[in-house]
């Protein structure tokens, strides 16, 4: 019924900066909160950033400075932009969209997407 698909992640040098975008598709009449999530190798899943419907924000303490997110509510999108990447800052990137509500469905559920390798070298 909803799709969230990403895209953006890729290979890049230490400083440099990349831009996500994860668009989620099907009946959507809203989507409460749209976030990023990431996974490097060994560890546990932990939030990098998200924004609600209204545009307020977190972020994880170690991207705050570095990482902006931003949503498109017309578009049901979200983006991620990373400047100033770290080699720690790899890991796969996952798209998160809280609170879904489908057009004749009067509750939320959430929803991720497949993930996008964000490598990042020294």
């Known amino acids: 019924q909803v799709q969230l698909v990403e895209s953006g992640g890729g290979l890049v040098q230490a400083g440099g900066s990349l831009k996500l975008s994860c668009a989620a598709s099907?009946?959507?009449?809203?989507?409460?909160?749209m976030g990023w999530y990431r996974q490097a190798p060994g560890k546990q899943r932990e939030l990098v950033a998200r924004?609600?419907?209204?545009?307020?924000?977190n972020y994880a303490d170690s991207v705050k400075g570095r990482f902006t997110i931003s949503r498109d509510n017309a578009k049901n999108t979200v983006y991620l932009q990373m400047n100033s990447l770290k080699p720690e800052d790899t890991a796969v990137y996952y798209c998160?969209?809280?609170?879904?509500?489908?057009?004749?469905?009067?509750?939320?559920?959430?929803?991720w997407g497949e993930g996008t390798l964000v490598t990042v070298s020294s």
């Open positions: 099907g009946s959507i009449f809203s989507i409460d909160v």
């Open positions: 998160n969209a809280a609170g879904v509500r489908l057009y004749g469905r009067d509750y939320g559920v959430n929803y």
């Open positions: 924004v609600t419907s209204g545009g307020s924000t």
